[in-house]
């Protein structure tokens, strides 16, 4: 699943791993050749268990409404992988779990990854109408748990 990948795929807890695997469907469900960032917030929003997935719900974002913000592309043969951006993103994510002293990459963290300064799926969440600024404050509160 997470050949290509230039991050730490071992790092990743069962739930996030969960989460890449959902935002490859929906990719494959819109046509993408790439997973994209706002299809692993969509992943986390879907994976239901983790806290994110729950301060992504309380903050009014669904997987489906997440979803619903990237364009279906016309149908092609095969299965997403993953881009530079979401090599990068993962990265990050470690890099996250790191700053909170643990070996391993969460829900949280990855999460955190997407709404870092300038990542694209920032645009996403406010144009959904959640509170940013709450929103990463709240998730940096769960991840340091």
Request: charge should be negative; hydrophobic fraction near 45%; glycine fraction near 8%.
């Amino acid at each position: 699943m997470f050949e290509g990948m230039s991050a730490c795929p071992e790092r990743l807890t069962d739930r996030p791993k969960k989460a890449l695997e959902l935002a490859r469907r929906f990719a494959a469900d819109r046509n993408h050749v790439l997973v994209t960032p706002t299809m692993v917030l969509a992943g986390v929003a879907a994976e239901g268990e983790c806290l994110a997935a729950q301060a992504l719900a309380d903050a009014g974002l669904d997987a489906a409404a997440i979803v619903e913000t990237t364009v279906k592309l016309p149908a092609w043969n095969g299965l997403p992988g993953w881009g530079p951006s979401m090599c990068r993103m993962l990265g990050d994510a470690d890099r996250i779990g790191d700053s909170f002293g643990v070996r391993y990459t969460n829900c949280e963290h990855l999460t955190l990854a997407l709404l870092s300064e300038g990542a694209p799926t920032t645009f996403t969440v406010v144009s959904l109408g959640a509170d940013l600024p709450a929103l990463r404050a709240e998730m940096n509160e769960l991840a340091s748990r």
